[in-house]
């Protein structure tokens, strides 16, 4: 079988001659330029970005730009967010499929991930689907390598370390920033707390150690990587835990590092467009606490 290409056109396709060289400073520029705005606005490329260096583009007009990919999410499921990040970053168009929260599951979803019967999913035009919202960022490098922006180093080391600390993050960090909210006791929401802030101490020096002195995880100034979705789909999260709970988990006395990311990642326009608002996210937890009978003032 053929393998199904992105077949979500950006509003601008790349490509870059010259110097192997100068292809590193070019691609972050062009990189910064890309994940600065959505695929359906005009990109407005700089004058020149190297002199040894022609940039070859192909504009396509706005009625051409169609959302051929689907994801099926939540609006406030910070792994829909991850999903939806990376498609933001890649500059690819997307429509994003409302999956309504209830004890039931839909047939839509139930059909596009009978495994695990969970969001996200993305939906490819052909009618397959990647589940899982860290498999589904990595199948974005993978099925498009050439990609100005790529989320994954290139360097197999580090992509494994990407890999390494993404599944920490979501089988060590959120299942206790969770259990702060939505521990079933109050001892088991002052244990979560603790591994909340021992996990976040252990990221702390990740990030030293991944992002060597740049902005993000990805070891760039100009984008984030998979690192930084996997962690930074849980800012508004851990944001509206810290409000309902007068908590202080990421700040410039316990994790200096890490404070300086979340205020770069959340002020990312990627992040902007696709994270939601803390107070969304605080009446939510709200009501996940009603719904599971937490009684958060004992």
Not at 184 to 191: I, K, S
Request: net charge negative; charged share 25%; with cysteine.
């Amino acid at each position: 079988m053929t393998p199904t290409r992105l077949a979500a056109p950006v509003s601008h396709s790349f490509k870059l001659l010259g110097d192997p060289a100068e292809e590193r400073p070019a691609r972050s520029a062009l990189s910064s330029l890309i994940s600065s705005g959505p695929a359906s606005q005009p990109a407005v490329l700089p004058a020149a970005i190297s002199d040894d260096l022609v940039i070859d583009t192909e504009t396509m007009t706005a009625g051409e730009t169609k959302a051929a990919l689907r994801v099926l999410g939540g609006e406030l499921s910070p792994f829909t967010a991850r999903a939806r990040l990376a498609l933001e970053l890649r500059g690819v168009a997307y429509e994003l499929l409302d999956e309504p929260l209830g004890p039931r599951k839909s047939d839509r979803l139930l059909a596009a991930n009978p495994v695990y019967g969970k969001i996200p999913v993305l939906l490819l035009p052909d009618g397959r689907a990647i589940c899982e919202s860290a498999v589904i960022v990595q199948y974005l490098d993978d099925a498009d390598s050439d990609c100005l922006l790529l989320l994954l180093p290139q360097d197999p080391y580090e992509r494994a370390m990407h890999r390494f600390w993404t599944v920490y993050i979501d089988d060590k960090f959120w299942p206790a920033l969770d259990a702060v909210s939505l521990g079933p006791t109050p001892a088991a929401r002052a244990q979560a707390v603790e591994d909340a802030r021992a996990a976040l101490r252990v990221l702390e020096g990740a990030f030293g150690d991944r992002s060597g002195g740049a902005a993000f995880f990805s070891g760039g100034d100009a984008a984030p990587g998979l690192l930084d979705l996997a962690l930074g789909c849980f800012l508004p999260a851990l944001r509206a835990c810290e409000r309902l709970h007068g908590l202080s988990l990421v700040d410039a006395s316990a994790t200096p590092l890490l404070d300086g990311w979340s205020r770069r990642f959340a002020a990312h326009p990627a992040a902007r467009r696709v994270l939601p608002d803390t107070d969304k996210v605080v009446e939510f937890t709200r009501f996940l606490q009603a719904k599971f009978g937490v009684d958060v003032s004992k």
